[in-house]
């Protein structure tokens, strides 16, 4: 399969210890996630705090490494790698994070701050890191570099440190990008900048991009494809216009339904109404105690992430109980 | 009129000099009107919150302007005076709940001891008024003997709303109160602003970066740029026909409908320091259509009718500028010539 990663079937567990001698327990923050992406693709992950998408970036830069299920960077599985492979793969894997402030060493000049990564892996003369150096500043449109190589991270602003963590992640010329929240922290008037960089480094220098955010609105602006994840597991995944247009799973038509917009006069829109059902036993939809169109199925079997238009998958028993047999799961 | 604040000026002293965080805010909000204030981070909108409270940190205070609450100035309040205003008038819901919340105490203690420090009712009263609270924001009255962290983020700013609204103040300051939350919760929790202000005949001042939240829960927005007010209007006045450049752009950067494809644009550069504000209009660095008047001279707020109001020397020529603006040539010119 045309992949540059692709998660087969991935979970991640997470044991947490009980407080004042109570017990632990297992928490299921990736269950089963299997997913493709795409060579030169903006894929969008979405959900709310708590639903696992963090997590999946920190399996797919191998921050985190997978409970089970595997992780192939262009075929090849990550638990295999080597110390060199490893190595290798970090550099063409490529993290932003969400608070400008906080990822960037106040002490350092920009310059030094870009430069690092390629005085760890040993690239290049002084004057080559220069160059690249230049190059990472003014792809991520901070302009004439020059001036920005001897500023320190609080001569700049939020939007400026941003790009500094941008061009920092793309100076050694990764093949992917996972941008986590990468504009929650910034002020409106500036975010649609740093968004419209990620898709530009998409068209111009080839880069995929894994773009996470809690913000439907941002990933719809930004994403070709949508992820869309609830309690670890993915509920809906396809190209952005039909799971953001028309959504399938209920989930995802709740979530749509409570971003606010500027449709302005009337009274606040209609919303899909969730349930405050109890957690639903284990084996069932994850969803099944807060979806209003419940069914009894729904509490007894998991639903599988099929597809039921082209390019359009859905773990959902309201779209695949019908139509698809059981057993013909498709991949997202 | 509810609340009339008028050329309200604050400022902080820091090492240096004097910073005014808001520098000559006139704005009114009219019994159970729902009033959005926005504007970025640094404009001024928390201290504007925080100085009708009268709870402005050490290093601040208020240098010039009034704060007519009922026509009663409460800048002339002494600090007694003054806490007998905030909660049983003027009540405040803040950014983040946790802050607002004891977190040793058991949350229906907290807002029992809210009720009987402002008002001479016994405990079994107060509790019961507390129960109460509790069902009128969504929460089990069963849940009053719970501690902060045995709530959710929605659940805890829900107990902060029923603190807020304990003691029916008539107006209801709710800074980003759903900042940390997520879209499913902050749409509920919006929910219920609205059914208080209705139920209760609340004025609510809404105090956000989140354009899109205004445009869904107020009547009136006043959106705010480096410590002064650039607009105020009717909501669907001002975001219809918004006749300033910067409220322009910050619509622009905001998403209409989010099941079709849409274009963003940023404005670029940022604010000015307040420190050393620049001569004229402070949006002109970052504005598309200033000229020499605007760099040298400081816009007034021009009244574009009784309720309409925007400081723009070109705010009579606002439909050129809203066409210059769609068309997404504006910024994009300008953007070309910034370092």
Known sequence: MNAVLELVDVTRLFHVRGAQGAEGRIVRAVDGVSLTVRPGEILGIAGESGSGKSTVAELIVGLQTPTRGRILFEGEDLAGFNRQARKAFHRRAQMVFQDPYESINPQHLVRRWIEEPLLIHGIGTPADRTARVCRALDQAELRPAEIFLHRYPHQLSGGQRQRVAIARAIVLEPAFLVADEPVSMLDVSIRAGILRLLRRLRDEIGLTIVYISHDLSTVRYVADRVAIMYGGKLVEVGGADVVLGSPLHPYTRALLSAVPTLAVGGPRRPRVALLAGAPPPVFSCRFAGRCPQAMAVCRQREPALVEIAPGHAAACFLHSEASIPAGQEVRG | MLLAIEDLVVAYRLRTRPVRAVDGLTLSIEAGQRVGLVGESGCGKTTVARALLGILPTNGSIERGRILLDGRDLTRLSAAEMRAVRWRRIAMVPQSAMNALNPVLRVGDQLVETIRIHEPVGPARARSRAAELFERVGLEP????????????????????????????????????TTALDVLVQDRILTLLEQLCADLGLAL???????????????????????????????????????????????QASPKRITDRFELTSIPGAPPNLAAPPHGCRFAARCPFADDRCHALEPELISLNAQHAAACHYAGVAPKMRDAVASGEAWAQLQATMP
Do not use: N, W
């Open chain 2, 142 to 177: 069963r849940r009053l003997q719970d501690y902060p962290h045995q709530f959710s983020g929605g659940m805890r700013q829900r107990a902060t709303i029923a603190m807020a609204v304990a003691l029916r103040p008539q107006l209801l300051i709710a800074d980003e109160p």
């Open chain 2, 205 to 251: 001042l809404y105090i956000t970066h989140d354009v899109p939240v205004v445009a869904e829960l107020c009547d009136a927005v006043g959106v705010m740029y480096a410590g002064k007010l650039a607009e105020f209007g009717p909501l669907a006045e001002v975001f219809s026909a918004p006749a300033h450049p910067y409220t322009m752009g910050l619509l």
